[in-house]
């Protein structure tokens, strides 16, 4: 089966702009999560989506960020201004919890690079 | 919150050696236990993982190891290859919440 699909693989813009990623999970796959990577750390959750609906969003600073699961398929993620701190790897990753499997796919990410 | 933790931040191993990773965590409620290993560029891809209802797990040349009483699991690789270098991550999880680990980079040397 197909994994998950992340674009842009990466993207350079400067302090104050606005970016946008997108991300298509595994099919049929009905949680969809959001992850920052910064660099030498472990992924830290900034949404959880089941279906189109919100689940957790508890660490997203949504004072810039903003995320959206329209149709309960595809997602984005947008910041809108970037900060110097978001330079980071932006992972999607999807999960079927069938009966009590959490495992999560990961997608290959996206690195932003903020100037 | 979950507070998690791994040994060593980094390790070195010669080919064929086993290397052996260690994660602590802060959560009694924690009841999936995965690891995770992620290479240069990629996402992290779920190599192994264990349920709060057992103690060990074997999958080839992969194992965990889990305590619940002393708050940690292990990863053992054994007959290590080159291609076993990348960064390993614990992502304890109670639900479907993980809790990624500060990672540990392991290099392989032929």
């Known amino acids: 089966e197909a994994g998950v699909a992340q674009s842009p693989r990466y993207k350079i813009i400067e302090k104050r702009q606005s970016v946008a990623f997108w991300c298509n999970p595994i099919?049929?796959?009905?949680?969809l999560y959001w992850y920052q990577q910064i660099l030498g750390q472990g992924p830290k959750l900034l949404i959880q989506?089941?279906?189109?609906?919100?689940?957790?969003d508890s660490q997203l600073p949504k004072d810039r960020f903003s995320a959206e699961r329209l149709k309960g398929v595809d997602s984005t993620l947008k910041i809108q201004p970037a900060k110097l701190e978001d330079s980071a790897v932006y992972l999607c990753?999807?999960?079927?919890?069938?009966?009590?499997?959490?495992?999560?796919?990961f997608g290959p990410g996206t690195r932003l690079t903020v100037t | 919150g979950e507070n998690v933790e791994q040994h060593p931040s980094t390790l070195s191993v010669q080919e064929g050696d086993s290397a052996v990773i260690k994660c602590t965590y802060s959560?009694?409620?924690?009841?999936?236990f995965p690891w995770y290993k992620q290479e240069l560029g990629k996402g992290p891809q779920l190599i192994i993982d264990?349920?709060?209802?057992?103690g060990e797990k074997k999958d080839q040349r992969i194992a965990v190891t889990l305590n619940k009483t002393a708050k940690h699991f292990s990863l053992h690789i054994t007959e290590t290859q080159p291609e076993d270098s990348a960064v390993y991550f614990c992502?304890?999880?109670?639900?479907?919440?993980?809790?990624f680990g500060t990672g540990t980079r392991l290099q392989v040397f032929p």
């Open positions: 992502a304890p999880a109670y639900t479907d919440k993980l809790i």
């Open positions: 989506f089941q279906n189109n609906g919100v689940v957790d």
């Open positions: 990753a999807s999960s079927s919890l069938l009966g009590a499997v959490y495992e999560q796919y």
């Open positions: 264990i349920r709060s209802n057992v």
């Open positions: 099919s049929g796959h009905a949680t």
């Open positions: 959560d009694s409620a924690s009841n999936y």
